[in-house]
């Protein structure tokens, strides 16, 4: 009888200290990205957060924030170390806020001919990468890009001396980029991104390296009309949670949710180029004018970009990462894989 009593007080005891536990495996992420509403980036991201809430029987939910609603890049990696956020789809401007060897992948104007040479690289420097990222309390999820940054602006430009006339947006948040533009002579005015339009309206920023799909969407190719037809460089991104976050997730589900992350940069970084040519077309009906260049114009850029490296190596992107890179690209060369641009 005695022991009875022991069991039931042991047992209700159990149950009320289970209710008065929060549910171990409940997770609730909420991620930002300067990516608008409704693009195919935003709901590619909601596709993978209705896989994980269905994977992990709504254990794991994610909520995403677009417009920039949680600020720029920089901001949004302040919030995850403080908490107020745990993800966020970031652009190598952001990223470097966390790690700066990620500069080797898009702070290295012309260094990649196609997307085969530059997917070659990726491949190889993300393991690196990922363990930099972790070592400082970030875990990726997927990587991607979204197509190749051109040059828009307010009036025709061609060849490098005519941008070094404008004046160019640069991403406040990215010191790096905006010292090695000022040494080679180009107008650097660093803004935050959602500032673009205002600035192009009102002439504080004449022109804007980014790409087809962003131009499109934030409107400014109506005042910056003209687009020069040049491959400058990927635009690279990841996107990232806080292994803070990470580590609570029952180990069991991370694998699932790591695959359907795969899933989802895949897709994006698919979309994404594709995007880019329809967005061009989209925009030339709407007025758009892009300036083509031709095998000598690219020449002469490339010899320009080349007189950058010297500003670039050890100062924007790490010696070490810089000659990975130059070393990666020329181990893929070499096997005879040197698609036309």
């Known amino acids: 009888m005695k022991r009875g009593i022991i069991c039931g007080l042991a047992v209700l005891t159990l149950a009320l200290m289970a209710q008065s536990l929060p549910a171990a495996d409940n997770v609730r992420i909420r991620l930002g990205t300067l990516a608008p509403k409704d693009t195919s980036f935003h709901k590619t991201l909601m596709q993978m957060g209705d896989k994980w809430k269905q994977a ?84 990726v999820l997927f990587w991607g890009d979204a197509g190749w940054v051109r040059f828009f602006s307010k009036k025709p430009g061609l060849m490098p001396d005519e941008f070094k006339r404008m004046k160019m947006f640069v991403w406040s948040g990215d010191a790096r980029a905006i010292e090695v533009m000022k040494a080679v002579g180009v107008n650097a005015v660093p803004l935050e991104m959602t500032d673009i339009l205002t600035g192009l309206q009102t002439g504080l920023v004449e022109a804007v390296p980014s790409i087809p799909v962003y131009a499109l969407a934030g409107q400014f190719y109506g005042p910056a009309s003209h687009m020069l037809d040049l491959n400058w460089t990927p635009l690279v991104g990841a996107t990232v949670v806080s292994k803070r976050t990470w580590d609570s997730i029952p180990p069991a589900q991370r694998s699932v ?69 130059q070393r990666l690209l020329k181990e893929y060369r070499a096997n005879g894989k040197a698609p036309a641009q």
């Open 56 to 139: 992990t029987g709504g254990n794991v939910s994610l909520m995403v924030y677009t417009d920039g609603t949680m600020g720029g890049e920089g901001d949004m990696v302040r919030r995850m170390r403080l908490g107020q956020l745990q993800g966020a789809m970031l652009t190598v401007g952001g990223l470097l806020q966390i790690d700066e060897s990620v500069t080797a992948l898009q702070l290295m104007p012309m260094m990649f001919r196609s997307f085969e040479e530059f997917d070659f690289v990726q491949e190889r420097m993300r393991p690196t990468l990922e363990k930099k990222f972790e070592a400082k309390g970030f875990v």
């Open 257 to 325: 949710l790591l695959k359907a992350a795969a899933e989802a940069g895949e897709q994006i970084r698919k979309r994404a180029r594709q995007e880019a040519e329809e967005s061009i077309d989209a925009m030339k009906k709407r007025g758009l004018k892009v300036t083509p260049v031709s095998p000598q114009q690219l020449k002469e850029w490339e010899q320009f970009a080349e007189t950058v490296y010297p500003r670039i190596r050890g100062k924007a992107v790490p010696a070490e990462m810089f000659d990975e890179v």
